[in-house]
């Protein structure tokens, strides 16, 4: 059974930066591909960010050139910088595994989330 935990949501004004942050309860960040998906009221899963166990990442357009997933293998952590915020990057921030590319919203295991609100 794997934990994910994610932490550093908040709110912010269009423009700022926010740092998520996702705990493994085991190795799983160097061994699975893991990633983040985004989910606003009423709108549908949308995968973020991924990376793999080689450290190769994929972005959503939307996101691409703000946001940058990296992961922390030794404390078992992946993050996602998110610079440059928009109001549309509202949304419920979900960390998962294994999240191997964009489209896999379904995964096996997810945290509960963190909110990130950016105002206008």
């Known amino acids: 059974q794997v934990q994910l935990v994610e932490s550093g949501g908040g709110s912010v004004q269009s423009g700022g930066s926010l740092r998520l942050s996702c705990a493994a309860s085991t190795d799983t960040v160097s061994s699975y591909c893991m990633g983040w998906f985004r989910q606003a009221p009423g709108k549908e899963r949308e995968g973020v960010a991924v990376v793999d166990s080689f450290g190769r990442t994929s972005y959503a357009d939307s996101v691409k050139g703000r946001f940058t997933i990296s992961q922390d293998n030794g404390k078992h952590t992946l993050h996602l910088q998110m610079n440059s915020l928009k109001s549309e990057d509202t949304a419920m921030y979900y960390c998962?595994?294994?999240?191997?590319?964009?489209?896999?919203?379904?995964?096996?295991?997810w945290g509960q989330g963190t909110q990130v609100t950016v105002s206008s």
């Open positions: 998962a595994a294994p999240m191997c590319s964009l489209s896999a919203i379904d995964p096996l295991y």
